[in-house]
């Protein structure tokens, strides 16, 4: 596969948010085949469906972008793979979620397949995921729409809250313990 840059956007509205997606952000950096370029500001959010399936707690979400050369089949497997790694159970699918993923954007691809949509289907309508994308990249653009991020935010009637958080993302879990000297002999 050629090297693609790619958006995935993350959210937790369960247990400690914030450690969900340090964790989240930990486990992207240790991705295949991929890099880290950048990590957006967390995002404080209200739910989209207030009284609906996703239950009432706030969600922290974000935005990743990577250089990658994985696929995007073998990426919706990782990430799935990820999910369930950090605490998500098909009781939680539907409702309230320790960690969701979502790839929005590889590089200019339109993909449509069963269980894969590519640019998300929901990106144009979302603060939560638009406010993030600006942030990292507000010049590109969307595939379909052909329309900058920027564009699309300024265009959004969505009017539930976004609150950016004031604290850095992702840190906790980035270092990496020394490594041992081998037992001298
Ligand atoms: P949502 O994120 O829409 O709240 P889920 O995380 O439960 O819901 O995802 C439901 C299904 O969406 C997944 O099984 C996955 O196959 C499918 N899907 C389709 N397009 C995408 C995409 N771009 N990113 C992530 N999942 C996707
Ligand atoms: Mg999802």
Not at 73 to 95: A, H, V
Request: glycine share 8%; aromatic share 8%.
């Amino acid at each position: 596969m050629p090297l693609e840059t790619i958006f995935i956007g993350f959210g937790s509205n369960v247990g400690d948010r914030q450690d969900f997606c340090d964790r989240a952000i930990a486990l992207m950096n240790l991705l295949p085949l991929s890099q880290v370029t950048g990590v957006s500001s967390y995002y404080e959010t209200e739910p989209v469906d207030p009284g609906g399936t996703l239950g009432a707690n706030w969600f922290y979400n974000g935005v990743v972008r990577l250089e990658t050369s994985l696929s995007p089949n073998r990426l919706l497997d990782i990430l799935q793979e990820t999910e369930r790694g950090l605490g998500r159970t098909e009781s939680n699918r539907e409702g309230p979620r320790t960690m969701d993923f979502d790839i929005l954007l590889f590089g200019q691809e339109v993909i449509k397949q069963p269980g894969l949509t590519v640019p998300h289907p929901r990106l144009h309508q979302r603060r939560f995921v638009l406010e993030p994308l600006v942030e990292l990249n507000p010049a590109y653009k969307h595939p379909t729409l052909q329309k900058t991020m920027q564009e699309l935010l300024s265009e959004l009637h969505d009017t539930s809250r976004v609150n950016k958080v004031a604290i850095k993302p992702g840190e906790k879990y980035l270092s990496r313990p020394a490594c041992s000297l081998p037992p001298s002999s």
